[in-house]
């Protein structure tokens, strides 16, 4: 099986440096911020190159099959590649604290613990046991519906999607969208560009409805638009396990 370190990942160790009081803002207001350069180059082609390795998943998902759109994506399993078991503990205690604070906006009880191993093991006694991190690929005509994922009745509401293709030269197309819908409007829809080894952080179903005199929330929802030409990879990073 393939196996990642981080050895030669200069950005990762660094996470705590990043403009976290930015980022918190970027979340509040639109639902989403962008960490530019979170994986070196490196690191993007050695995720690619486990894609083509079965004994590193899961499961294999074809989208068409189940009306997601068309692509195919598959789910990694326990144990993770260093660098996406290292990605998930890394960023998650940053997120913790804007998530809790989202739920009391919301009037949502649930609170998070301020470690990943903690958030897992909730996971587990509950029943939801398998990894979902997962590594999707797009070729010409492939697009992901616009969905949420949530995998049982445990879910934390912000996750992560690295882009591991260069726009442009790897393939066209492909924009990463996402919507939201407030309480009584049309839904808006927003084109989030990235770049090779950007990340995007970017809530999972609702963010707070930020100055509303009323405490709600705004229901969201992302997909990837089709591809026109070349391939596209993709890892998504879900933090919280599936039943």
């Known amino acids: 099986m393939s196996n990642m370190t981080t050895a030669d990942t200069s950005t990762l160790p ?5 403009d976290w009081a930015a980022i918190e803002n970027a ?10 350069n979170l994986f070196t180059e490196s690191d993007c082609h050695r995720i690619i190159d486990l894609y083509e390795v079965k004994e590193n998943f899961r499961s294999h998902i074809h989208m068409a099959r189940h009306g997601f759109g068309k ?8 144990p993770l590649p260093d660098l996406v078991r290292d990605t998930r503990k890394t960023i998650y205690p940053f997120l913790a604290d804007i998530a809790n604070r989202w739920n009391t906006h919301m009037n949502i009880s649930r609170r998070y613990p301020s470690t990943h191993e903690d958030l897992i ?16 690929q797009y070729v010409p005509g ?27 030269q790897d393939f066209l197309g492909g924009e990463f969208i996402l919507t939201e819908l407030k309480h009584g409007k049309q839904s808006c829809a927003e084109v989030i560009h990235l770049k090779k ?3 995007v952080i970017f809530a999972v179903c609702h963010r707070p409805n930020q100055g509303s005199r009323r405490k709600g929330k705004i229901n969201m929802r ?15 990073i879900i933090f919280h396990d599936a039943r």
């Open 14 to 18: 660094l996470i705590g440096t990043r």
């Open 27 to 36: 979340l509040d207001l639109r639902g989403y911020a962008v960490l530019p």
């Open 71 to 78: 692509g195919e994506y598959r789910y990694l399993k326990y």
């Open 121 to 136: 093991s909730e996971c587990h006694a509950a029943g939801q046991v398998r990894p979902t991190p997962l590594i999707f």
């Open 142 to 168: 492939d697009y992901n519906c616009l969905h949420q994922d949530l995998y049982g009745d445990i879910y934390f509401p912000l996750q992560v999607a690295v882009l591991l293709s260069e726009p442009g």
């Open 197 to 199: 080894g950007d990340a």
């Open 222 to 236: 992302h997909g990837v638009s089709r591809v026109r030409s070349g391939r596209r990879h993709t890892l998504g």
